[in-house]
Every structure is written in structure tokens, then in C-alpha cells.
């Protein structure tokens, strides 16, 4: 498998329902600044990677850690072995700089790995940063499908420990309740253990849980990407009624099409650095340029071709 | 229908699309047209704050104390998936202590005897491996409680310390029903030939004082450790020993300090007050004082002084150190 294929796992879908997603795409009216990201930086510290290896694949945001005060004894390991003392250093997101304004809804787009995710956790205030810094009004909260729970207790202790960590009181998550099992669909299956669901249903819980709480900035993280058809609209509606009250979202998602029917701006991130920002249309067009380029590139035999050219013009042009 | 990055900033050549441009290859990156500082203080005039700093001290007490409901629940629910996959289900948390309390009692208790000098060796044992059992598995949950969180630390926001206090909630809600038991064995013990007898006296009703200043102890010690093991996940493997070294100095299963009388005089004067007043020994200490006749073991006010005064300083500290690592949790 090439290094292109793993990365190009992006949904172009033009075909993408778009019934499921219909409606007025929502107009920008930027107001005051809600959200600004300075210079942000993160930087993952991983455990028993081979640093080394990695980097000479070419991947130039993976590179060995460099303790600030690395002993004797730790230098002789660590070069005398990649199997002790292997700590690397995934630099997920170099130096992003934006300004979000109350009333946007901002997608964020990019390949496989290059950062979206991260850089959503950290806007989030999830991932403390490297160096930078997140400045918001009000509470973000993260609304997703990847929430994790704890698969080995009941749907009921789950939508408990979720609601309560979300911050909603003891009587409020009494009240939305039921409200949470019938938007998720999962009937009597409340009571059982999450790990007996199928990936559907945890998922739609999962989901629903996390949107039983209306934060001032939502970010949602491929929250549109599963369940069926029926469950899309249903969690269409409940993000647009989420962000009536919310104000500001921001959306990571493969699919195009969700972006371009739910953001009026878009934010590029390549190999954890923001290379466009601009209108949706604006942005997304280019993309696609990109992706069908890899596509074509990876389907006419040039799959390696990615590599040298690509790599050269990717170098680290530091912001 | 670009938006505006910053204020009254043109949108310059940023995301223009270039023709010129490998197809293959993304646009450069984005030169920000605001310096650093222009941005921190746009944030400044509209009043946004930082995210991902620890914020101040009280600040912190009064979010973690308003998350009670929360650390209620994750406690209960940790405590019960534990022993949910297997035909006794909940009965373990009971079976559990007292298996390891037998194992003691019969290698040290009976086929060492190495509790000479206790009148009632199985009163002695079981109190000191339920109680010490407490303890650590409290280190061991604080260890993990960050590490093996990180998914629901990198997925909604909440004070990081309710993670270590909701571990030490959990054990404590399967020791209430595990201390019964312990009760039980201590009382049952007595009537056995060979062993002295133990009479319930009103002393036993300061038994949930003393569990209630260890539980405040172990969240403390909880607290130091996961914050260590979250930085440093290498102590994770230095834990069991070090718990270990602490069972077989704070005579758990034998009377340590009848063994320190061996010891040449210059090491006795040293190692004897340590034994005797580091904090597992001083509750071991208290809780057998208040539930047997022990002669070694007479009722002592001052012990109940030091118990307290640990509990107080490792909770305060570990709060502390803990707090400190705030910002840290959840970024490896």
C-alpha cells in the first residue's frame, strides 16, 4: 500500500444525498470575534514509535523526541536501541493562526492524517497546546460520535455519566432523558451493556448524548458520517437547532457535500498547517482539484509520484 | 464571499488559487496577516479567554466540588463494571478480600507464625489486609485513572481531578460491604481455641472515622500518583514495588515493630519512630486499636492525631501537585 492511498481516504461524493442534507445553506453574518487561534502548536508525545524509521519515510512532522535533559544513561539506550526509551514527537499542528466570528459555521477540511481532528480538540480546549494559544468566548464543547463512554455498562449509567460530564445537572439530565433514548432509537436496548450494540446504535447514542447539552461554540467532528439515511436528517436538524442557540459551530468532515451544504467558511489543513481559508465555494473547488489529482495520480500508476515532488513543496515554511 | 480573517485586514493573496500550482501539491501555507500580538489582543478586547490553562486554585476547588453528582456517578459505575463479567457478579467485591485475607492468614498466620507476640493473629491479619488492600489498590486506580482515560479527557471537559477522587469513590463503595465482612471475621475468629477472644465495645462505632480519614488519605496519595504516571508512565512499573516494600514495613501481616528490635541500636532509633508513625502503620494502628483487646495495641488518642494530620497534608499536596499538572493531562 502506497503512502498516498492510506492518505486518500476522502469522500469526494458528488453523489452524496443530498436530499439528507437539504435546506438553505446558511448565510454568513460575521459578528463580533468568538473565537481567535494564536500560533498553535501541538505536539504529541508517542510511546515506542520509531522515530527514525517514520521520519525517513518522509513524514517531516514526526521526528525524535529531544528531551530537554537527557541523561548519560538515556543516550547510550537510546542509541544502542530503538526498543528502549523510543519516545517520538508528532507535531500534529504547526503554528495555525484564525479568527472565528459569532454566526460562521466553519468547515474544516483536509486528507487523512493531516490534522483536522487535532487541531478541533485543541480549538476545543482538549488538547492543551504546545505552544500558542485558544482564546473563546464562552464554553466550545465538542459534539461527536467518537465520545468515549464505558462500553461495559448500560446505555442508562452512559447517558448519565455523559450528561453529567458535560457539565448538566443531576435533575436536567433526569429531564432530558428520555428525550436522549428516543432520539437515538435504541428502545429498550437502553438497559443493556453499549458493548452489545451495534456500532449504529452506539454511535446514534453516542451522538445523542452529546448533543443533549447546547454549548456557545459547537464543534462537531464527523458527526454526520454514520448511521443511515434517516438518522443524517434526524442529526442534521437537531445540529441546526443546536446552532440557532450556538451561534458558531465548527465541522470535520470527509464528506464534502456535508461541508459545502452546512459551512460558509472553510478552513484547509494540510500536514498540520492551515493552507487556505477562505468561502466555501472558494476553498472546496480547489480541493477537489487536489483530491482528483491524487486520485488520478495514485489510479494511472503514478502512485508513487506522490512522494519526491509533493514532499518538496510540503517542507515546514514556518508562519 | 471570503470572510475576513482579522479586522480591517484585506485578505491579500491568502488561499488565492494559483494556476501556476502542481496539482499534486497543496497550496503554501497561509502567512497570517496579524502579528501575534494584534491577535492576543483582539481576544483581549472581546473579552475571550485562554483555553487549556489551569485556572486558579479556588477556582478549581469550587469546579470540582460542583462536579460531585459527577464523581458520584463515574465511582458507582466503575465499581460495578469491575465485577460484572462473571457468574457471582457482585459477590466478588466481598470474596475478593477475604480470599486474600486466607492467603495471608494461613502462609504468615499459621504455617510461619509470624505474628508471635499477637494474641489473636487472625484478627490482626484480616484487619491489616483489608485495610491495606484499600490502599493500594487506591495507588494502582490513581495511576491509571488519567492514562487509561485519555479518550474521555480529549473528548469533554471537565476538572481532571474528578477522575482520581471518582477511582478512590469506587473502592470505597466496594470496601462498605468488604468491611462488614471484615468485622465479622474478627468477631468469629475469637472463638476459636487457640486465638483470643474479641468483644464488640463502643470503640467499634469509630470505625467509619478512621476509613473516612484513609479514603481522604488514599484520594491524596491518588492524586500524587496520577499525575506522576501520567508524565511519566514508567513509574506505572515501579508502583507494585514500592507497595510491596510499604505492605512488609507497615506490618500488614506481622507485627513490624517487634522485628525492629533486632535491628543494631543505632538503626532501631531511626527506623523504629519511622515505622511506627508513617501514615499506613498509624492507621493500621488505630483501626486495630479500636476493633481488638490487643495488649501491643492500646487505644491512643495521639495516634488519632497523626492519622488525621496525614490524611490533611496528602490530600492538601496532592491536590496541589495534581492541580499543578492541569493543563498537561490529556496532551500524550
Redesign the interface.
Known amino acids: 500500500m502506497t503512502e498516498s492511498d492510506l492518505h486518500l481516504d476522502v469522500d469526494l461524493d458528488e453523489d452524496f444525498e443530498p436530499e439528507d442534507l437539504e435546506g438553505p445553506r446558511p448565510v454568513?453574518t460575521?459578528g463580533?470575534?468568538?473565537?481567535?487561534v494564536?500560533?498553535l502548536h501541538?505536539?504529541?508525545?508517542v510511546?515506542g514509535g520509531k522515530a527514525k524509521q517514520v521520519a525517513a519515510k518522509g513524514a517531516d512532522n514526526v521526528h525524535e523526541a529531544k528531551a530537554p535533559k537527557r541523561s548519560l544513561l538515556r543516550r547510550l539506550v537510546s542509541s544502542t536501541s530503538q526498543h528502549v526509551g523510543a519516545v517520538s514527537e508528532v507535531h500534529a499542528v504547526r503554528?495555525i493562526?484564525?479568527?472565528a466570528?459569532h454566526g460562521?459555521s466553519i468547515g474544516i477540511v483536509g486528507i487523512n492524517g493531516s490534522g483536522k481532528s487535532t487541531l478541533l480538540?485543541?480549538?476545543?480546549?482538549?488538547?492543551?497546546?504546545?505552544s500558542?494559544?485558544?482564546?473563546?468566548?464562552g464554553?466550545?464543547?465538542?459534539l461527536?460520535v467518537?465520545?468515549?463512554?464505558?462500553p461495559?455498562?448500560s446505555g442508562e449509567?452512559n447517558i448519565?455519566?455523559?450528561g453529567?460530564?458535560?457539565?448538566l445537572?443531576?435533575k436536567q439530565v433526569e429531564e432530558r432523558f428520555d428525550e436522549v433514548v428516543d432520539f437515538a432509537d435504541i428502545g429498550d436496548f437502553v438497559y443493556m451493556?453499549m458493548k452489545t450494540y451495534s456500532s449504529g446504535m452506539g454511535a446514534r447514542l453516542r451522538f445523542a448524548i452529546s448533543s443533549a447539552a447546547t454549548p456557545d461554540i459547537l464543534m462537531i467532528d464527523e458527526a454526520l458520517a454514520t448511521g443511515d439515511a434517516a438518522f443524517k436528517a434526524r442529526s442534521k436538524a437537531r445540529i441546526d437547532e443546536v446552532r440557532k442557540n450556538a451561534g458558531t459551530i465548527f465541522l470535520v468532515s470527509h464528506s464534502i457535500s456535508t461541508v459545502e451544504a452546512m459551512c460558509?467558511?472553510v478552513l484547509?489543513v494540510?500536514q498540520g498547517?492551515?493552507?487556505?481559508?477562505?468561502?466555501?465555494?472558494?476553498?472546496l473547488?480547489?480541493y477537489r482539484?487536489?483530491v482528483?489529482?491524487?486520485r488520478q495520480?495514485n489510479s494511472s500508476g503514478r502512485a508513487g509520484?506522490?512522494g519526491p515532488?509533493?514532499r518538496r513543496?510540503?517542507k515546514p515554511?514556518q508562519? | 464571499m471570503s470572510t475576513d480573517t482579522t479586522t480591517g485586514a484585506a485578505p491579500g493573496d491568502r488561499g488565492s488559487p494559483d494556476a501556476e500550482r502542481d496539482p499534486l501539491a497543496p497550496p503554501a501555507p497561509i502567512v497570517p496577516d496579524t502579528s501575534s500580538s494584534e491577535r492576543r489582543a483582539l481576544a483581549e478586547q472581546f473579552g475571550l479567554q485562554q483555553m487549556g490553562v489551569r485556572p486558579p486554585l479556588g477556582k478549581y476547588i469550587r469546579d470540582v466540588a460542583s462536579r460531585w453528582a459527577f464523581i458520584r456517578v463515574l465511582g458507582t459505575a466503575t465499581a460495578y463494571s469491575k465485577n460484572q463479567n462473571n457468574y457471582l457478579g457482585q459477590l466478588w467485591a466481598v470474596l475478593n478480600p477475604i480470599l486474600n485475607a486466607t492467603v495471608y492468614v494461613l502462609i504468615f498466620g499459621v504455617l510461619l507464625q509470624a505474628s508471635r507476640g499477637v494474641e489473636n493473629s487472625i484478627a490482626f491479619i484480616t484487619i491489616g489486609t483489608f485495610l491495606f488492600r484499600f490502599f493500594e489498590q487506591s495507588v494502582h486506580a490513581g495511576s491509571r485513572s488519567i492514562a487509561q482515560k485519555t479518550n474521555l479527557i480529549r473528548s469533554l471537559h471537565f476538572p481532571r481531578a474528578v477522575l482520581p477522587i471518582a477511582q478512590v469513590v469506587s473502592l470505597l463503595t466496594t470496601l462498605v460491604p468488604a468491611l462488614l465482612v471484615m468485622c465479622a471475621i474478627v468477631l468469629l475468629s475469637g472463638l476459636l481455641p487457640k486465638y483470643a477472644m474479641v468483644h464488640v465495645t463502643w470503640s467499634w462505632l469509630l470505625l467509619p472515622g478512621i476509613i473516612a480519614l484513609l479514603w481522604v488519605f488514599n484520594t491524596g496519595v491518588a492524586f500524587i500518583v496520577a499525575r506522576a504516571v501520567a508524565i511519566t508512565p514508567d513509574l506505572d512499573n515501579v508502583i507494585g514495588f514500592v507497595l510491596r516494600l510499604v505492605m512488609y514495613g507497615s506490618g500488614v501481616i506481622f507485627p513490624v515493630t517487634h522485628y525492629v528490635d533486632n535491628l543494631p541500636e543505632g538503626v532501631q532509633a531511626i527506623a523504629g519512630p519511622i515505622l511506627e508513625y508513617q501514615p499506613i502503620g498509624v492507621f493500621l494502628y488505630v483501626a486495630r486499636s479500636i476493633l481488638t483487646q490487643e495488649p501491643s495495641f492500646p487505644q491512643d488518642p495521639w495516634m488519632w492525631v497523626w492519622a488525621a494530620g496525614w490524611a490533611v497534608v496528602a490530600f492538601v499536596v496532592g491536590f496541589i501537585i495534581f492541580w499543578r499538572g492541569e493543563e498537561r493531562y490529556g496532551r500524550d
Do not use: C
Open positions: 454568513a460575521p463580533d470575534p468568538v473565537l481567535v494564536d500560533d501541538i505536539v504529541y508525545r510511546f503554528g493562526s484564525f479568527v466570528r460562521e480538540r485543541a480549538v476545543t480546549g482538549l488538547i492543551p497546546p504546545h500558542g494559544g485558544v482564546y473563546v468566548a464554553e466550545p464543547a465538542l461527536g467518537n465520545a468515549a463512554l464505558m461495559q455498562l449509567r448519565w455519566i455523559g453529567l460530564a458535560l457539565g445537572t443531576p451493556p460558509t467558511r484547509w494540510h498547517q492551515l493552507v487556505m481559508d477562505g468561502g466555501t465555494e472558494e476553498v473547488a480547489e482539484k487536489f482528483r489529482a491524487h495520480a509520484g506522490v515532488r509533493a513543496k510540503k515554511q508562519v
